[in-house]
T-cell receptor
Framework: QKEVEQDPGPLSVPEGAIVSLNCTYS??????FMWYRQYSRKGPELLMY????GNKEDGRFTAQVDKSSKYISLFIRDSQPSDSATYLC????????????FGKGTKLSVIP | GAVVSQHPSWVICKSGTSVKIECRSL??????MFWYRQFPKQSLMLMAT?????????EQGVEKDKFLINHASLTLSTLTVTSAHPEDSSFYIC??????????FGDGTRLSIL
């Protein structure tokens, strides 16, 4: 079993839709959770960085962490064609370990 | 804030040459920098972790003599691909981290070896 599971998609939605992206993880030691957006031939761009269970909102993006279920989500409201990219979830353990464990990434297309 | 600059963005060179890629944190001091390799349609694969002033820690299977990493300051790390061959062609991405904060990534370097 991979440490972080993420459905690779592809996921195609109409403009304006709410997008839900999800990852599950198996290692209880993971404490920090991130979502990155990666456009083709570019480096990943940090969207959200969370530590505790619960919701964190930033503009049209909401990150949700449920440590009891080992489940993390990213919601995108009012999706735009410019949101079309690959979304990577990532996680790492607490102090003393800086390596990230990535999901495989979900490719999202927002259709005008 | 938290900008990481990577240079060059694309390089094409002949087999056997060495290629240096620079990674700079522009507006923060990076306690740790990371080098990744990414194949098409795949996630990032960590190659090595480096801290300023100390030797890099390489992941299993990554040849340290092939991929030389120098982390000379808190804002600059370099990756040199020595005697590059076509199988080294890939997308190389660096990231930088400050303390317990998240990793911030550069825009990557596309390396093509002819």
């Amino acid at each position: 079993q991979k440490e972080v599971e993420q459905d690779p998609g592809p996921l195609s939605v109409p403009e304006g839709a709410i997008v839900s992206l999800n990852c599950t993880y198996s290692n209880s030691a993971f404490q920090y959770f991130m979502w990155y957006r990666q456009y083709s031939r570019k480096g990943p761009e940090l969207l959200m960085y969370t530590y505790s269970s619960g919701n964190k909102e930033d503009g049209r993006f909401t990150a949700q962490v449920d440590k009891s279920s080992k489940y993390i989500s990213l919601f995108i409201r009012d999706s735009q064609p410019s949101d079309s990219a690959t979304y990577l979830c990532a996680t790492r353990s607490g102090a003393g370990s800086y390596q990230l464990t990535f999901g495989k990434g979900t490719k999202l297309s927002v259709i005008p | 804030g938290a900008v990481v600059s990577q240079h060059p963005s694309w390089v094409i060179c002949k087999s056997g040459t060495s290629v240096k890629i620079e990674c700079r944190s522009l507006d923060f001091q990076a306690t740790t920098m990371f080098w990744y390799r990414q194949f098409p349609k795949q996630s990032l694969m960590l190659m090595a972790t480096s801290n300023e002033g100390s030797k890099a820690t390489y992941e299993q299977g990554v040849e340290k003599d092939k991929f030389l990493i120098n982390h000379a300051s808190l804002t600059l790390s370099t990756l040199t691909v020595t005697s590059a061959h076509p199988e080294d062609s890939s997308f190389y991405i660096c990231s930088a981290e400050q303390g317990d904060g998240p990793q911030h990534f550069g825009d990557g370097t596309r390396l093509s070896i002819l």
